[in-house]
């Protein structure tokens, strides 16, 4: 008979889980996005990407913005899932 360990500590709460990947990669999409459009102007960018598609200023630093987060956030995600601990996944075998 096998006795089996106890997790290393309680899962954590969703909301915690997400405010962990959401918030970094939040404040990181926002540093990158200024320092990218301190060079960039968005209508230049759409003028060299997609010169037909009808774009504000605004709507291109707010699509800037989300896409840096959501680069960022897959980012954070990735590395949450490599910190989670083994002892929840790395179970001993069952007796045959």
């Known amino acids: 008979m096998s006795v089996q360990a106890p997790p290393d500590h309680p899962p954590r709460p969703l909301a915690q889980r ?19 459009f301190a060079f960039v102007d968005p209508l230049a960018l759409r003028d060299l990407t997609f010169p037909g598609l009808e774009m504000t200023r605004s709507m ?26 083994a002892s929840r996944f790395n179970r001993p075998l069952p007796p045959e």
């Open 18 to 36: 997400l405010g962990a990947i959401l918030w970094p990669s939040f404040f990181a999409a926002g540093v990158a996005t200024m320092v990218f």
């Open 60 to 85: 291109g630093y707010t699509i800037g913005f989300f896409m840096f987060w959501l680069c960022t956030a897959s980012s954070c995600l990735f590395t949450w899932l490599l910190l989670r601990p």
